[in-house]
């Protein structure tokens, strides 16, 4: 054991100092309960006021972690819930009251119907505060071995096939690994329209019940994968991450609009700059053209 590590054995007494009044986001583990940082059960041990996307799994939670509810009711807010349900949660903070939303798993609004209640929040002007934690997307990010300097979380696909077409060509180009959440059931269906939509020599990943006793993690291109997993019957909480698209070569007459464009309301050394960085070409090269391109 290094020097000042602490057992995981050892039972953790939660911090039940007073919460500030307003809003408290509160992420969960998205399979093993251990995952649950230590500031998340302080909230929870010492919030006025618990609600939960779904309150049978924070009851659940807080049982596993020791933490009673202490005569606490917990208020269910969920994609169902109506404005009356927001209003109230509003009220209650404004009262003075600190209240505790924990998601179902994860982190409070990727994917989760949290954000009405943050923008509602938000725009009264209330104070709100977040305990990070875990996350299905960035953790089938750190698993995935495809480049994370910048990554695009895309959610849910659309389930008809022909929206999803539409969404999936609007990523295509992205320069940036492509995240995406989808239901075992649709896996097979997505993976094929990826293949004809992003190409099917991308490398992708394939995450399936990540930090839970059964999780698997596929790598290979989208061909490989859709032919891996087209007779397969897959179930439990599933997350597809895609490379980013292959560089595109820019001919002189695209550099040349870019940089007219840029030329309106910069100096030539910065729209070469510009240029050089969003369309990847060399930035000698596009401040030579930009010497020969009309000021804006």
């Known amino acids: ?19 500030p009044p307003g809003l408290h986001f509160v992420s969960t583990p998205i399979g093993a309960a251990r995952d649950i940082t230590l500031r998340a059960l302080d909230v929870l041990a010492a919030a ?47 009262e003075g009251k600190s209240v505790a939303y924990a998601s179902e798993a994860g982190t409070p609004l990727i994917s989760d ?7 509602a929040v938000a725009a009264a002007g209330m104070p709100m505060t977040a305990a990070p934690g875990p996350c299905a997307a960035i953790c089938a990010l750190t698993v995935s071995g495809l480049p994370s300097d910048r990554f695009l979380f895309a959610g849910f696909p659309p389930a008809a096939q022909g929206a999803r077409r ?20 649709r896996l097979r269906a997505l993976l094929v329209e990826m293949a004809r939509c992003l190409g099917p020599d991308r490398a992708a990943v394939v995450c399936r019940e990540l930090t839970k006793r059964f999780e698997e993690v596929s790598r290979g291109s ?75």
């Open 222 to 296: 989208l061909a490989n994968l859709t032919e891996a997993f087209s007779t397969r019957d897959v179930k439990g909480e599933v997350v597809v991450l895609v490379d980013r698209a292959p560089p595109q070569t820019a001919s002189e007459a695209d550099i040349e609009s870019a940089l007219d464009a840029a030329l309106t309301s910069m100096s030539v050394k910065d729209a070469a700059t510009f240029v050089s960085q969003t369309m990847g070409v060399a930035r000698k090269i596009a401040y030579q053209i930009a010497l020969t391109r009309p000021k804006g």
């Open 48 to 94: 006025d006021v618990l609600v939960a996307e779904d309150t049978r799994t924070l009851r659940h939670l807080m049982e596993i972690h020791g933490i009673a509810l202490a005569g606490r009711s917990v208020i269910a807010y969920h994609d169902h819930s109506g404005p009356g349900a927001l209003q109230r949660l509003l009220g209650l903070i404004g």
């Open 1 to 19: 054991m290094r020097p000042n590590s602490v057992s995981s054995d050892l039972p953790v007494k939660p911090d039940l100092r007073a919460l």
């Open 113 to 119: 119907p949290g954000f009405e209640l943050s923008r």
């Open 166 to 185: 539409e969404f999936l060509a609007g990523l295509a180009g992205v320069q940036a690994t492509l995240i995406f959440y989808e239901s075992p059931k």
